[in-house]
């Protein structure tokens, strides 16, 4: 199949659920994937659903320039279980020079050390998952949360009842609460980065951005 976008090109070593979902996705979005896993049986089940499915164990230098490696732009190290092989494998990626890679971790220790040996973004999947759905489940207004850094989130918050029928200048959401919004979605209809003088609506859903302190602040919020 011919790439949409040929620009990007992905390769996702480890074909467990999360390797194989992140490659479904990518590859679903037009790019070209390149999958890799040791297991010849992952190899095989997952053989016609993306650009390549290649047999090898990361781990091996030799093996990983073979694959030509290098030409990628993003490498996502998608093992979970045997933590050895994700940072063997992450190590390898950076002494050969991948651009940029994308390594998934399980555990606070697992995040410090793939930092440590230089892969540019680290992943906590099951962390950030669990995170999600505990603040979707624990509020009744948030009803999504994603974490940007330790310190300010992006969350999707039912518009509290103080602010309904008040433009965002009249709620003082930014000057009283510290907090910006960046989206309101009415239904079907999302307006992205509405004017001060928009009128916030009952059953809005609005997309705020700010430090997480700020954001739990207008949760409580009636
Ligand atoms: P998750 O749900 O976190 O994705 P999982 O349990 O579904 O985890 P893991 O057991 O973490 O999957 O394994 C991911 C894949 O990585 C497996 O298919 C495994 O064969 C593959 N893998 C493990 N070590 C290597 C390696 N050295 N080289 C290539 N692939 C490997």
């Known amino acids: 199949m011919k790439s949409k976008k ?19 996705n990518l590859y679903r979005m037009g ?3 390149l999958a890799i896993d040791k297991n010849m049986d ?18 091996d230098e030799k093996a990983l320039r073979e694959l030509g490696i290098l030409n990628f732009d ?7 279980e045997d933590i050895e092989a994700n940072i063997m494998t992450t190590l390898q990626l950076k002494e050969i020079g991948v651009q940029y890679i994308v390594a ?22 099951e962390r950030d998952m669990a995170q999600r759905v505990a603040y979707n489940l624990a509020s009744t207004n948030v009803m999504d949360y994603i974490e ?3 310190e300010f989130s992006i969350a999707e918050i039912t518009v509290p009842h103080a602010f309904v ?3 965002l200048v009249e709620s003082n959401i930014r000057a009283k609460y510290n907090i910006n919004v960046v989206a309101i979605k009415r239904g079907e209809h999302v307006i992205v980065s509405p ?18 302190e700020h954001i739990s602040g207008l949760e409580n919020l009636k």
Do not use: C, W
């Open 195 to 212: 004017m001060p003088t928009e009128k916030l609506h009952e059953d809005d859903i609005v997309v705020v951005v700010g430090t997480n």
């Open 104 to 125: 998934a971790a399980r555990s606070p220790l697992q995040i410090k050390v793939l930092e440590k040996i230089g892969a540019d973004r680290v992943v906590a999947p």
């Open 74 to 80: 993003v490498v996502i190290v998608a093992i979970g």
């Open 165 to 167: 029928d008040k433009t």
């Open 31 to 33: 790019y070209d994937v």
């Open 148 to 150: 940007l850094s330790k």
């Open 6 to 24: 040929d620009e990007k090109q992905f390769a996702v070593i480890g074909l467990g659920r999360f390797g194989s979902h992140i490659a479904s």
């Open 42 to 59: 992952k190899v095989q089940d997952f053989s016609s659903e993306f650009t390549h499915v290649v047999q090898a164990d990361t781990t």
